[in-house]
């Protein structure tokens, strides 16, 4: 078993590895915490955290694949993010020419999700029967194999189901382009605008377009590509408000664009956070309800909640809606109001 983090690279033939065996618990909390530290390489490194041996399935493994060997005060700063006792039996090397994001994804299974079926081998026969798209193993991350994607997809196909209808779509941190192509789908009249921090996975989402007849443009029924940091690109705040936009990115990183993925969102619209511990779910739920969004939905998958937000009308000439559970799916005790 393996579970992909959101910070993806291509490594070039200079590729270095630095290994760190832990606990489970260690792992995940590392990949949360080790995106604001290189939130500002333009290539940051790859970061895969793994169970080499199911039978001992409290040991775990961190590989953290740079492009090039890393300072002594990157691998200093590696290591402060771990409690003591994981810092003392790390290895660092050199690897051989080999993408090693791309390898370390390829054999993946097809996944099937709700009404969505995801395939990363072309060997691998469509399902005409399901919303099929093929997504290769690639520099970014979004296959579909993680939960938080998986619960995004569910997600997306809840809300159809529901008779919701949106036009105006945004996916912020786009990853392969797979949520971005999956509202798409079900939603095939709307435009639909996919960003990233990383231009490497905006090239990957383009040619993830092209593999699935996904059409790219500036209209209607198309998809947009966009590289930025959060929502920091004229083309994505000018395109806005959005009656539904998806993040599926970091807990810390939710909580610090709080403010500004919300104003982004149209009154009434709906927001979609994913890429969140369920212990995390509380405080982003807060920093959003802090803005104006009330929480309708929530999907748990394992140990990844999907939260399902929709923003309040403001208060002045017209009069704020009250969401009723039977119009719009609120649990009792999900912040309806």
Same mark, same amino acid.
């Given at each position: 078993?393996?579970?992909r983090s959101?910070?993806?690279?291509s490594?070039?033939a @200079?590729a270095?590895q630095?290994?760190?065996p832990?606990?489970?618990?260690?792992?995940?909390q590392?990949?949360?915490?080790a995106?604001?530290?290189?939130?500002?390489?333009?290539s940051?490194p790859?970061?895969?955290?793994?169970?080499p041996?199911?039978?001992?399935?409290?040991?775990?493994?961190? %590989?953290?694949i740079f492009?090039? +060997?890393?300072?002594?005060?990157?691998v200093d700063?590696?290591l402060?993010?771990?409690?003591?006792?994981a810092?003392?039996?790390?290895?660092?090397a050199?690897?051989?020419?080999?993408?090693?994001?791309?390898?370390?994804?390829?054999?993946?299974?097809?996944?099937?999700?709700?009404?969505f079926h995801?395939r990363? %081998?072309?060997?691998?026969?469509?399902?005409a %029967?399901?919303?099929d798209?093929?997504?290769?193993?690639?520099r970014?991350?979004g296959t579909?194999?993680h939960e938080?994607?998986?619960?995004?997809?569910?997600?997306l196909?809840?809300?159809k189901?529901?008779?919701?209808?949106?036009?105006?779509i945004?996916d912020?941190?786009t990853?392969?382009?797979l949520?971005?192509?999956a509202?798409?789908?079900l939603?095939?009249q709307?435009h639909?605008?996919?960003? %990233?921090?990383?231009?490497v996975?905006?090239d990957?989402?383009?040619?993830?377009?092209?593999?699935n @007849?996904?059409?790219?443009g500036?209209g209607?029924g @198309? *998809?947009q590509?966009?590289?930025?940091?959060g929502?920091?690109?004229?083309l994505?705040?000018?395109?806005?408000?959005?009656d539904?936009?998806?993040a599926?990115?970091?807990?810390?990183p939710?909580i610090?664009?709080?403010?500004?993925?919300?104003?982004?969102? @149209?009154?009434?619209?709906?927001?979609?956070l994913a890429g969140?511990?369920?212990?995390?779910?509380e405080?982003?739920?807060a920093?959003?309800r802090?803005?104006?969004?009330? *929480?309708?939905?929530?999907?748990?998958h394992g140990?990844?909640?999907? *939260?399902?937000l929709? +923003?309040?009308?403001?208060f002045?000439?017209?009069?704020?809606?009250r969401?009723?559970?039977?119009d719009?799916?609120?649990?009792?005790?999900?912040?309806?109001w």
């Open positions: 078993m393996t579970k959101s910070e993806t690279g490594a070039p @200079a270095w630095m290994t760190l832990c606990v489970r618990a260690v792992a995940e590392f990949e949360l915490e995106e604001p530290l290189f939130a500002d390489w333009t940051p790859a970061i895969l955290a793994s169970e041996d199911e039978s001992r399935p409290d040991d775990w493994q961190l %590989d953290i492009d090039g +060997k890393p300072e002594q005060a990157t700063a590696v402060a993010l771990l409690p003591k006792d810092r003392k039996h790390y290895t660092l050199q690897l051989p020419d080999a993408d090693w994001v791309t390898q370390s994804q390829a054999g993946l299974e097809p996944m099937t999700a709700g009404p995801v990363h %081998d072309r060997a691998d026969p469509p399902r %029967d399901l919303i798209f093929l997504v290769p193993a690639s970014a991350f579909g194999q938080t994607t998986r619960g995004c997809l569910l997600a196909a809840h809300l189901a529901r008779g919701l209808r949106y036009g105006n945004a912020i941190g990853g392969t382009g949520l971005a192509f509202a798409h789908r939603w095939p709307a639909v605008l996919a960003s %990233d921090i990383d231009p996975a905006v990957v989402s383009a040619e993830n377009a092209a593999l @007849a996904v059409p790219l500036s209607a @198309a *998809l590509l966009v590289a930025a940091p929502v920091e690109h004229p994505i705040q000018g395109l806005a408000p959005y539904l936009l998806v599926n990115i970091l807990a810390g939710l610090e664009l709080a403010p500004s993925l919300s104003a982004q969102v @149209a009154e009434g619209g709906t927001l979609m969140l511990l369920e212990s995390q779910a405080r982003v739920r920093a959003y802090a803005q104006g969004m009330v *929480l309708i939905w929530r999907f748990d140990d990844w909640p999907t *939260l399902v929709r +923003k309040r009308h403001r002045g000439w017209r009069r704020t809606t969401w009723r559970s039977e719009h799916g609120a649990a009792p005790g999900f912040g309806s």
